[in-house]
């Protein structure tokens, strides 16, 4: 749909986006702007850039794909540390607990000092390790996966804290 002369919005159903794009000759502008829009609650989301930070590249990469298919941006680190100074031009964090130089349970802590609206989601492949689930949440993290998790769910954590 056309709203004015050089601005289109078009939607897709099946993600719920709004891609709000100026054209200028027929051609893609040097810059777009997309939105993400709930369909059921109405909340824009904007162009939400998460944070991935794990130690395994699989890992990473499998997030990666998975959110990135879900439409959003993604920077990713394999060190805690590292990934702490990328927070900046982020919304949310996913980030494992057990890594080396900066660990998932110190993370949020960290985060909080800056950011007081920190958003982070941890996760643990470590066995038999329940409780550090529950420290994670009490050190900040506002949800916690266990490893294998189902992609399904936190793509939903995702989206709920997104738009919370």
Not at 106 to 133: C, H, Q, W
Request: net charge negative; with cysteine; hydrophobic share 45%.
């Amino acid at each position: 749909m056309t709203l004015c002369s050089g601005l289109r919005i078009s939607s897709l159903p099946s993600l719920g986006t709004l891609d709000l794009l100026a054209r200028h000759g027929g051609e893609h502008p040097h810059w777009a702007m997309e939105f993400h829009f709930h369909r059921i609650t109405g909340v824009f989301l904007g162009m939400a850039t998460i944070l991935i930070i794990d130690d395994k590249e699989i890992i990473r990469v499998l997030l990666r794909s998975a959110l990135e298919a879900a439409g959003y941006e993604i920077t990713e680190d394999a060190n805690g540390r590292q990934g702490l100074k990328l927070y900046r031009h982020g919304r949310l964090v996913i980030t494992d607990i057990v890594m080396p130089e900066l660990n998932g349970l110190d993370m949020p802590l960290e985060l909080a000092y800056e950011f007081l609206d920190t958003k982070v989601i941890a996760l643990s492949g470590a066995r038999g390790e329940k409780n550090i689930l529950d420290i994670a949440k009490l050190l900040g993290a506002r949800q916690t996966f266990q490893k294998p998790f189902s992609m399904p769910h936190l793509l939903g954590a995702v989206r709920y804290e997104l738009e919370h």
